[in-house]
Every structure is written in structure tokens, then in C-alpha cells.
């Protein structure tokens, strides 16, 4: 059986986490294959708010494995409240959970570094969630990381100290940052890791998949914060790209099948970086609220703007996606007229591709009339209204790829299969 990819098109926050847990039946194996806590998750279930940064978005079905792959990197604090938040609302978590061996670990002092580099940028800050992510990738191509599969080695404790002593170094030395270290929450956590089922992720998926396992491998974050192909340096520090699934998981690429790809009907970014369709007015600002569009790891507000086609173009060509998944139209209703980009003006010329130099491309509108409709009791596609079946239609001649599921709302409920 193929891996089914679903990943973001766009700066993260496109509803991920909802898709997942509602296409999750299909699979047998929910895998999440980079980034860490930085991500946020959000599901509605009757109501009810969870949002994930580190456990995959299967977790809340009864038969379904969830995997965090080597390619994650995981904050062993953050990981035990998960799970205990998890339990005392009454989802079983362990016998669901798989934690890579090969999995790198965020230290204490990752998220000191963090901090400390941000705060030395002055105004060219990237914005990072100071979650540790950066550092702790560093580390690991710098060959100085430490993985889950250590946790259970003798000498484990003597490895943290002396990474530990080398970042302590660091924030003296070089960034002069003040600075007090928590240890016994990160041990303690650790602690708990242990009592985690860890496996060898890479030879796990092999054998459920030759035994005709479906697996689905979760991305965070999204195409355009890609630590390659992302608007760079404003970016994260991992593969967000289908490619990734490969890498941080460990399956071949022969073995990708379908590549879900979600974006919402408008953008936003949190953090800094070039947005070259931003709404800095009060149309921003409706949408903002609209959406409740505030970040669910940081509560951080985040940035909105009109649709951009020749960056989903972009996102769509590199991920190879098969299926295109939208979210969150039901925000724009009651708007009279929007607008979607469509081409750029760059000191190259007109274009519809992606230009390397985002902050000097000016993007070129075509403007659409809104759905007035509330959408979000919409639960087939004979309900949607005319003038959004007619946004779809654009999206989908411009992208050459086709709708396959419209989210209309936060609930499971909230979300249909869609042809044109
Ligand atoms: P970092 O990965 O926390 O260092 O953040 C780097 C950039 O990616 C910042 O602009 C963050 O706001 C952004 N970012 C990281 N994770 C997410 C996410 O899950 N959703 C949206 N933006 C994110």
C-alpha cells in the first residue's frame, strides 16, 4: 500500500490537524514526519479544543497508530503534558503511540539559544515560536544531537551535561544572555519518556506497509516555511515538502501515493517575512477576526491577506499534489467582493511563477464576487453557493489539480467530499 502525504500549501496554520482526524479511518498509521512543538493541531471534537504539537492528529481513533517519526524534533516536557492532557480527558494514548528511536530531542537550553538568537537579530528576527526547533536541528546536522534511542543508554545523563555545557558556552560567550536552567522538569520527562513505546520507525512502516497497511504521514507547517523552497530566511528549519515524508520517516519515494494538499481560502503567516498580498486595513482585520486566525502555539495574532495563486502554483508543483483540499471559505462570507493574485510584477517582468525576491514582487488581482451565504451548515456540494463553486473552478484551472474535500468550519462535521 502508498503512503498518502498531507501537507500545507501555504505559511502553516491551513487546517491540518482537522483533515487528518477526519480522513483518519481511511489509515491505519498516522505519521507526523518534521517539525516539532512549534506546530499547533487544532481539533474540534462536540465542541471540545485540542490542540496537538507533537502527537499526530490520529490519536483521538480507537484503531489507529500514531507515529512521530525521525524527522521530528521532540521536547520531552512538552511531549508529557500531551499525553497527560491526552489521558485526563480520557483518550488513550500509549498502546496508540509510536516515538521514533531516531527522533533528535529539544534540551532545556535549545530554547535558551533560541531566545538568545532571536533577540540578537534585533528588527530582522525570523519569529520562531522559540520552541527550540532551530537549535535543536543545528545540532543534530552538526552532528551534536541527542536522539530518543539514547535516553535508555547508561551514560545518557553524562551526554546532556556536556551538550548542555557547550550551549552554556554559547549563550555566555557569544550571546551574552542571562539565563536560569531547568533541569529536573527536563529529566523528569524524560523519565517519563521511558515508559514510551519507541521503535525503529523506518523498519515499522516497512512491514506494515508490505502487510497492506494504509499509512498516512502528517506534515506541519507548511510548503512556504520549508527550510528549502520557503521564503528563506524566514523560514523553519525543516522539510515541510512531500519530499520530506521520505526523509523523516524513512519510507522510499516510490512509495508515496497520494499527496493531499490544504490551503486556505484566503493566507496568513505568523512571524516575520515577505507576504506580498497582505491586508495591513481593516479588511485584514475582518478577516483576522472572521477567522480567529491567532496562533495556536504562541497566541501570537496572525498576519492575513488575499489568495496567492502563483505561490500555490509553486507549492503545488513541488509537493506533487494529487488532491487539493480547501478550508476556512466560510470566513469570507458576508464579504461583498474579494481578491485573488494572480500573476506578479517583478523587475524581471510579469509572472505567474514564484519570484526568488518576494519582497520586491508586486502582486497583479483579479477580483471575484463573495458568497453572502453562511456555509458552515453546508454539508454536500449541492448546498455551496454558485459564486463559491466558481472560486474552486479558478483555483483548479490555475493549478491544473482538483478539489477532492471542502472544510467549512472547525467541527469533524463541518467538511465535504467535493467534485466541480
Ligand atoms: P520556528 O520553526 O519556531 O523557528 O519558527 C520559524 C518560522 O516559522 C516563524 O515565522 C514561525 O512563526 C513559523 N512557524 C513555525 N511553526 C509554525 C506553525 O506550525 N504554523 C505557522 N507558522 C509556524
Redesign the pocket.
Known sequence: MPVDVLL?LQ???EGKGKIVDVITPEYDIVARFQ??P????TIVIDGKKFVLHLIPSGIFHKNTINLIGNGVVIDPITLKREVEQLEAHGVEVRDKMLVSERAHLILPTHKLL?AASEASKGDKK?????????PTYMDKTGRNGLRVGSIKLDDFEERYHFLKAKHTRMLDELYHFEYTIEDNEFLEAIEFMKTLKTCKGEAYLADALASGKKVLAEG???TL?DIEF?SYP?????NTIAAGACIGLGVPPQSIGKVFGIFKAYC??????PFPTELNDDMGEKIRKAGSEF????G?P?RTGWLDLPLLKFAVRINGVTDLIMTKADVLSELEEIQVCTKYDTPEGITENAPFDLEHATPIYEKHGCWQEDLTGCRSVEQVPASLKSYIKVVEDYLNVPMTYLSVGPDREQIMEYTS
Open positions: 500545507g505559511w502553516g496554520d517539525g516539532g512549534n506546530a499547533g493541531h533560541d525570523i519569529g520562531s515560536t522559540l520552541r527550540g526547533i532551530g506541519a507547517q507548511g516555511l520557503g524566514f523560514v523553519t528549519s525543516s496568513t503567516r505568523v512571524g516575520s517575512g496562533g495556536a502555539t504562541t501570537r496572525r
